[in-house]
């Protein structure tokens, strides 16, 4: 009995790994492979430690989890069946082999490569919008949800680059803070919405509540963050 439980503990274990590790993997492997082949694509990966990473590395970390718990109270108030995980001892698990791993391989390719790539011939706005949608599109295991979920997922994935963006702003496109802030991210879903991942409107609350602080930066920044940058990386 002892050595069926461990091996059906050890099985949740490896599949939890499989679902968030490896496709989560891809984008760092497309990104060493695209610099290995074309030497002008080649963009540096920032690992700056200062002062201003130690801030927005902490705001990084806090502000995914708080919109998700907005979401989350939303979503409980207007009568949706959504609880918190109960049982969170496989998070620790689940954080150190998949949620961490998992945010550094998307990071990677994401903001640390198509991110200032996009912005060589475009706006940090239209490049975080650009690089939102194919965040949001990368995640096709959701594409079962239907329409109205893909919608929601969008407009958050989109949201949520654009907060990122400016975040990263004279960061040198810190992996550090991305890494958080993806991490975050995970957090808040594995805690607050792992239960109610395919409610198509839980997760449309949650890309309203992300589309307004995106917004808001996108009016308050004006055309700092519209402007092209001829080539030029600002952050």
Avoid at 76 to 100: A, N
Avoid at 148 to 155: K, R, S
Avoid at 197 to 226: C, E, F, H, Q, R
């Amino acid at each position: 009995m002892v050595t069926a439980l461990l091996a059906t503990m050890q099985e949740k274990i490896n599949l939890d790994f499989e679902i968030i590790v490896l496709p989560q993997l891809a984008p760092a492997i497309g990104f060493l492979i695209i610099i290995l082949l074309f030497r002008d694509l080649r963009v540096p990966i920032g690992f700056d430690f200062n002062k201003g990473i130690v801030v927005k590395s902490i705001f990084a970390l806090g502000l995914p989890f708080l919109l998700v718990s907005i979401a989350f109270v939303i979503g409980q108030v207007i009568g949706l069946e959504i609880k918190m995980t109960k049982d969170l001892s496989p998070l620790l698990t689940v954080m150190l082999i998949g949620i961490i791993l998992g945010s550094i391989g998307e990071e990677i390719g994401w903001r640390s490569f198509l991110q200032p790539t996009f912005e060589k011939n475009n706006s940090a706005l239209v490049a975080s919008i650009i690089v939102g949608l194919i965040w949001g599109l990368w995640h096709i295991g959701h594409y079962k949800n239907g329409i109205l979920f893909m919608v929601g997922f969008l407009i958050f994935t989109i949201s949520a680059s654009i907060i990122l963006a400016w975040i990263l702003r004279d960061t040198r496109y810190s992996i550090i803070i991305s890494v958080l802030f993806h991490t975050s991210i995970n957090i808040g879903f594995f805690v607050l919405f792992k239960n109610s991942l395919t409610d198509s409107k839980l997760i449309i609350i949650n890309g309203m509540v992300w589309m307004i602080p995106a917004i808001g930066i996108v009016l308050m920044t004006g055309y700092d963050l519209i402007k092209k940058k001829n080539g030029t990386h600002s952050y």
